[in-house]
């Protein structure tokens, strides 16, 4: 699976592509193409295919114009790629009422949602976040969540962290899963079905017995060796019990 990077593009063309900021006037007729439309054919076709199937060729093929006319609008890959992650996070819904839990709960399930709508962002490496408007916007809102609780600034941004960082890594076990039954085939319960007959038979339970009671357990309750839904609702709710501890903690004027 190919992996892309963030920032690795011209900052200022970058920023300037993410903000709206217009180039140079063009004298002539008005040009076939925007900016945005580029934008979301790129979008459609990451979507669909991957970042690997991705190349300015094949935008030009998608919008039927000459691939040379798409760098008069972007200058390249790195550039199109960090304004298709900002155009990508616009829609950010933000956190309802009723309590900082079901604030934070809001905000990890648009994140789980935003990775299965867009599968080809769990493929860039974000160390160097494109700081667009939408991506600023959806980083206001999480914070929102938070807002009000007694918390530091720098503990505020480190629970948005993790909560997204839980959301992103269950989402990539969830989209390889469903990768992988796209790709061979084979459903997780065709898939256990037809391996833990033939384990039976080969495993010894003494010699491992904690897993073999355990990973039962969890092959007949899922039907599968994994179930990302169940790990990311778990996770989610024993991580908000730990943010619930360090709320009080500040409450109580704990340092």
Request: aromatic share 4%; no cysteine.
């Given at each position: 699976m190919t992996t892309e990077y963030s920032g690795a593009g011209d900052p200022k063309r970058t920023l300037d592509l993410m903000w709206g900021v217009p180039?140079?006037?063009?004298?002539?007729?008005?040009?076939?193409?925007?900016?945005?439309?580029?934008?979301?054919?790129?979008?459609?076709?990451?979507?669909a295919e991957g970042l690997e199937a991705l190349s300015m060729r094949r935008i030009a093929d998608e919008l039927g114009v000459a691939p040379m006319s798409i760098y008069t609008?972007?200058?390249?890959?790195?550039?199109l790629i960090d304004v298709m992650m900002d155009r990508a996070l616009a829609g950010f819904t933000p956190p309802?009422?009723?309590g900082w839990r079901t604030a934070l709960e809001h905000v990890a399930r648009e994140n789980w949602r935003l990775y299965?709508?867009?599968?080809?962002?769990?493929q860039v490496s974000?160390?160097?976040?494109?700081?667009?408007?939408?991506?600023?916007e959806k980083y206001e809102r999480e914070l929102g969540a938070v807002e009000g609780l007694g918390l530091t600034d720098l503990e505020m941004d480190s629970v948005v962290a993790l909560v997204n960082g839980f959301a992103e890594s269950s989402a990539r076990v969830s989209v390889d899963a469903a990768q992988a039954e796209r790709r061979t085939g084979l459903s997780d319960k065709e898939w256990w079905e037809a391996t833990s007959p033939v384990l039976a038979k080969l495993i010894d339970a003494t010699r491992y017995p904690l897993g073999s009671r355990v990973g039962s357990a969890s092959g007949e309750a899922h039907n599968s060796a994994?179930?990302?839904g169940h790990v990311f609702e778990f996770g989610l709710q024993r991580i908000l019990d730990g943010i619930e501890v360090l709320v009080r903690e500040r409450a109580n004027g704990g340092v």
């Open positions: 180039d140079r006037p063009r004298r002539g007729p008005k040009p076939r193409l925007t900016v945005e439309r580029i934008v979301q054919a790129a979008v459609e076709i990451a979507d609008y972007v200058p390249g890959k790195s550039e309802p009422g009723g299965h709508r867009h599968p080809w962002l769990l974000a160390t160097r976040p494109p700081l667009g408007p939408n991506m600023l994994v179930a990302p």
